[in-house]
């Protein structure tokens, strides 16, 4: 099913004319849940990886790691637990959780999960550009591929990233049995596998990024009309690829190619909720009473991913070369 995003409240260039030119089309991904296969654009699906290629691991050190380590099949089994007992689960009433299901959940909670294993890197994101208008890559290139590794790395206690760019014709003989780390540092680095519903959306600048006199006006007009500029008019919430990025949680600062000083383009958000608590950008066709935030979450967190404290992955490239390190901030 086709995701849609509700309107703007108001249409800000037209109040504010010079902010116009500054529009740009941003592509949310809509992920949900379902079962993506090795062609298809996805979150948590399979990639497409040639068989002789060797499947990456983390190079960092982990010494210092020192989070809450669990077993991704153990993550798995408690999942299909969870999404059982929701299903039977009718609006209003506790969780439908049998004694037996909850002394298996008790019995996993108990499960050791060892640190010290090696970082096998996990598949996170496929995304072909038949599927997502704007995606941009090396000549050539036709998907991009997203992998981490779930544990937290410096300096934002975040996955650290790893961005594989191909062309999916070049992959003749596919890896089907692909690797994963046997744990990770956080349940929430796990994505549950999704299906995506591309839509493009008009986005504006961060705050912050408009001229003072304007960013002076819109306050006012804020303070008389009751929008919200930030929350309702200018950056899409959910998986995103282009358009804007947001620096709500730091001031924004520079984000400079380690390869060669360039000022670097926003690539794609990776994001824990489709929407917030304004619903300002909850899709219609999500609308609705069982969709409601205190039913099963995964009507707004279809992906099982959380960043920090509900924050934000923004990956960034260097518009000089592909090749050279990307970029990325938790705001």
């Known amino acids: 099913m086709a995701r849609t995003t509700p309107p703007h409240p108001v249409d800000i260039a037209a109040v504010f004319p010079e902010i116009a030119p500054l529009a740009r089309t941003a592509t949310r991904l809509h992920p949900r849940p379902g079962t993506p296969g090795l062609y298809d654009s996805s979150i948590g699906g399979p990639l497409l990886w040639p068989f002789d290629e060797p499947w990456p691991t983390c190079g960092d050190s982990h010494e210092d790691a020192g989070g809450y380590f669990t077993r991704l099949d153990t993550e798995r ?3 299909r637990i969870l999404s059982a007992a929701w299903g039977r689960t009718r609006k209003g009433e506790r969780l439908a959780i049998t004694p037996e299901e909850q002394a298996e959940l008790d019995g996993l909670d108990e499960d050791y999960a060892d640190p010290d294993t090696p970082a096998t890197m996990l598949g996170v994101a496929q995304l072909f550009m038949r599927d997502v208008p704007g995606l941009a890559g ?7 591929q997203i992998l981490w590794c779930p544990r ?3 300096p934002h206690y975040s996955p650290s990233l790893m961005l594989r760019w191909r062309r999916s014709s070049d992959v003749t003989d596919v890896l089907t049995d692909q690797p994963e780390p046997e744990v990770m540092e956080y349940d929430t680095y796990l994505p549950v596998p999704c299906v995506l519903h591309p839509e493009q959306v008009v986005e504006y600048p961060y705050k912050a990024f408009l001229p003072t006199d304007l960013k002076k006006r819109i306050r006012l007009w804020e303070e008389a009309s009751g929008h919200r500029y930030f929350y309702d008019l200018s950056i899409a919430d959910g998986w995103k690829v282009g358009g804007y990025a947001a620096w709500n949680l730091t001031d924004p600062y520079p984000m400079l190619c380690d390869g060669c000083g360039a000022d670097m383009d926003m690539l794609m958000k990776i994001d824990g909720s489709e929407w917030d608590g304004t619903e300002r950008w909850r899709p219609l066709e999500d609308a609705g009473p069982e969709n409601e935030f205190h039913e099963h979450p995964n009507r707004w967190e279809p992906t099982g991913i959380t960043i920090g404290r509900g924050y934000a992955l923004w990956i960034f490239t260097c518009p000089v ?11």
């Open 77 to 79: 089994r408690r999942r």
């Open 138 to 144: 090396p000549a050539g290139a036709d998907v991009l």
């Open 152 to 154: 937290d790395h410096e």
């Open 321 to 331: 070369s592909f090749d050279h390190p990307h970029g990325v901030s938790m705001q």
